[in-house]
């Protein structure tokens, strides 16, 4: 969860190196972030093309109206989570893993 904001230093460094690996796997022992906005740095990292560009994924799943800076809202989150559970994401509970 520390790719969530797309303008933090930590967030420039890391999601260009993360674009060069040959393989990348990002791990979190947090769930899913509370807004869509959070998600689209880690999807970019991973090159992960959901929409063409920010400006549309935030016009779809951040509720945005005008474009990318209107990205505080979600919309579509059931699409969203099915997105990403069929091509990206994998959650375990820590029941499921250790019991």
Partial sequence: HHLKNAEAKRTKVIVPLVKKAKHAILLSGTPALSRPKELYPILDALDFPILSTYSAYAK????????????????????????????????????DVLG
């Fill in 60 to 95: 779809r799943y951040c509720a945005g109206g005008t474009g990318a800076t209107d990205d505080e809202g979600f919309s579509h989150l059931k699409e969203l989570h099915i997105v990403l559970s069929e091509r990206i994401m994998i959650r375990r509970l820590k029941s």
